[in-house]
């Protein structure tokens, strides 16, 4: 079957809740990924950071089939050996005590929410049914119609309401509109240290430290939600270790799951994952055997195949090469490690379609903006390779 026919019959039986650029990938190896007609495309984009590993990584891929073998789905009304081996890294790793294991992005975010919720009734003490929790704008954690509820943008929420309350939105980087906001109701800040699918926005240096000092003075809980930042993607473990902060959870996925599988985690101060007790929440596949497994191998690689430190140093060079290159439709490059926005002063998809015809993916965020997030185990000839292409297309 070839390429236009495949996509003809995705495009008939499947939602087209996305507009997929026109190329049908069959397999996938490292920094790689191939089409059906065989063509090798350098892949700038790791869904999302979902493949920070890269396609495939043989490593996870052995610890992948091996749990297979043994054991996959479970449930958590008994047991394993995988979860309590990965929650127990994924607690060194962040510093924190306890974790809540789920699937999507999404979940975890909903129970950090419940979390917060809990812990501001029964640790702070709001009256009933008051709890608010405050985001920013342009904020982007998921789809579910609680979250995407909090959303400041149209194509997410028309006519998904009625909408949850509960929610209060201050500007992204503007700590003072943060201080407005904040009552003796808030329980929680509840935002990304970086914004991803806002375009790749950074705040101003300093914004997260001052939020923190804010959220102390207050008595709120700063909740980081790291399911694109974290792991790796901005060069350092966590986004928040730039400003030198704690924060009192952080919400993880996508990487998480080693470019194989779903999986995320809540993953919290002592105070705040007691706060669930049985019956209070849970997923049916949230934690299980095969989930943690995959888990437990995607952080050992990133430790142990020093892929941070290259996201940092491969990052830093990516940033000094876009920034040197001249070009009049581009307005600001931006970002953190292997996580570069590169925003233009016009609409960046026919970019994105001419790079895929120079064997380079990736797609636009917000219009204008290009997105540059390769996986975080790319060679610096491989980087060159894109970087190429990416600098001749901009230039034409
Ligand atoms: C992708 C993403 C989510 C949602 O994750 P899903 O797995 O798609 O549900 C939430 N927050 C951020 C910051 C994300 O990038």
Redesign the pocket.
């Known amino acids: 079957m070839n390429a236009v026919t495949m996509i003809e019959r995705e495009k008939r039986f499947c939602a087209h809740n996305y507009s997929p650029l026109p190329v049908v990938l069959v397999r996938g190896e490292g920094v790689w990924a191939i089409g059906s007609d065989g063509t090798r495309y350098l892949d700038m984009m790791s869904a999302?950071s979902a493949v920070s590993h890269g396609h495939v990584h043989p490593r996870i891929r052995s610890a992948a089939v091996a749990q297979i073998d043994k054991l996959s789905v479970i449930s958590r009304a008994f047991y394993s050996q995988p979860l309590g081996e990965f929650l127990e890294a994924l607690c060194r790793i962040t510093g924190f005590d306890g974790a809540l294991p789920m699937n999507?992005?999404?979940e975890a975010?909903e129970t950090a929410i419940k979390a917060a919720r809990r812990w501001g009734y029964r640790v702070k003490g709001i009256a009933p049914d008051q709890a608010e929790i405050v985001v920013a704008d342009s904020n982007?954690?998921?789809?579910t119609s609680t979250i995407v509820g909090f959303s400041s943008e149209p194509a997410y929420r028309a006519d998904f309401g009625p909408f949850c309350g509960g929610f209060k939105q201050a500007g992204f980087g503007d700590i003072e509109s943060f201080r407005q906001v904040i009552n003796a109701n808030t329980c929680a800040v509840l935002i990304?240290p970086i914004q991803?699918?806002a375009g790749i926005r950074v705040p101003p240096a300093g914004f997260l430290r001052e939020l923190r000092a804010l959220c102390d003075q207050t008595g709120t809980l700063l909740i980081l939600?790291e399911?694109?930042s974290g792991l790796g993607r901005t060069g350092k473990w966590f986004a928040f270790e730039h400003e030198e902060i704690r924060p009192d959870a952080v919400i993880l996925?996508?990487a998480l799951g080693g470019g194989i599988m779903?999986v995320?985690a809540f993953v919290a101060r002592r105070e705040l994952i007691d706060q669930f007790n049985p019956g209070s929440h849970g997923s049916t596949f949230g934690g299980n055997p095969l989930a943690a497994a995959v888990g437990l191998e995607a952080l050992k690689v990133l430790e142990e195949e020093g892929l941070i430190e290259n996201s940092a140093r491969q990052g830093e060079y990516l940033k000094q090469r876009l920034n040197t290159f001249k070009c009049p439709a581009i307005r600001e490059v931006r970002g953190r490690g292997l996580w570069i926005g590169i925003e233009l002063d016009r609409p960046a998809k026919p970019y994105c379609e001419a790079l895929l015809q120079e064997g380079v993916l990736t797609r636009e965020t917000h219009e204008n903006v290009l997105r540059i997030a390769p996986p975080l185990s790319i060679t610096r000839d491989e980087l060159e390779w894109g970087l190429e292409r990416i600098i001749k297309v901009l230039g034409s």
């Open positions: 999302y999507s992005g999404a975010v982007f954690h998921g789809r990304e991803g699918e939600d399911i694109q996925g996508k779903p995320s």
